[in-house]
């Protein structure tokens, strides 16, 4: 007790772990006294990293959790990218990459002054596919990414045009759809993007569970990986 209120003199954040908790109400009840006596400790964590026979494993989850939270900002990154525990925390961060990116593809037709280029839309996906494999630490090189993207645009597209899509969308909404072009394609492209990212962040996953192995995967693997997740981030269009 001592050592903890000296670290919190310190300004330094504690957390307390109750490892090897194997009675859950005698843990819970342990970290309820810890609490009342150390109210300065940022958390309490029973944690039981190794089944047993009766119990399943617990804790670990939430212990990565807290201590991203009580993280400085400029380690959170860091510490993510070195954590297999918790794919929720690399979800997240995946998450507002791929917000980011879907609102520059919704900018490049929807406002006008934007008028951002063709490659710099591609730019645009490529980053935010090197930044979501940054997120989950997995070792895959820039220039493979940009091929397995690169391929699997070009295999979809033709299979799912837009300009199909477009067609349709006038068909059905007339002058309103004329009238709303920047804006029917600014979406077009968002949601593209966001299936992409959502796509990318699901082989990530499987990649950190070791459901699939990378390294012995080539470019054309990654590309029909891709094909084959992406139709269930997209929109059910009839």
Do not use: C
Not at 92 to 104: L, P, Y
Not at 167 to 192: E, H, W
Not at 198 to 227: G, P
């Amino acid at each position: 007790m001592k050592l903890i209120k000296w670290m919190n003199d310190q300004k330094l954040p504690v957390i307390v772990v109750l490892t090897k908790s194997y009675d859950r109400t005698e843990s819970e009840l342990l970290r309820d006294e810890i609490n009342r006596l150390l109210p300065e400790v940022k958390a309490t964590v029973s944690v039981l990293a190794q089944s047993t026979d009766h119990l399943e494993a617990f804790g670990i989850e939430e212990l990565v959790e807290q201590t991203f939270h009580n993280l400085p900002e400029s380690l959170q990154i860091s510490f993510i990218h070195s954590q297999d525990a918790s794919l929720k925390l690399k979800h997240s961060e995946a998450v507002k990459v791929i917000s980011m990116s879907m609102a520059k593809s919704f900018m490049r037709e929807a406002i006008p002054f934007a008028q951002l280029s063709t490659r710099s839309i591609f730019n645009n996906q490529i980053q935010m596919l090197a930044k979501i494999t940054s997120i989950y630490g997995v070792n895959f090189e820039k220039k493979n990414l940009e091929k397995a993207l690169l391929s699997m645009i070009n295999l979809y597209e033709s299979a799912v045009p837009k300009k199909t899509i477009k067609q349709t969308v006038d068909n059905k909404l007339g002058a309103v759809a004329k009238n709303s072009q920047g804006l029917i394609s600014g979406g077009l492209d968002m949601i593209f993007v966001g299936a992409l990212g959502y796509a990318y962040t699901e082989l990530m996953s499987l990649v950190v569970k070791k459901d699939i192995d990378l390294e012995s995967s080539s470019v054309e693997d990654v590309t029909e990986l891709l094909i084959e997740l992406l139709p269930s981030f997209m929109p059910k269009m009839k």
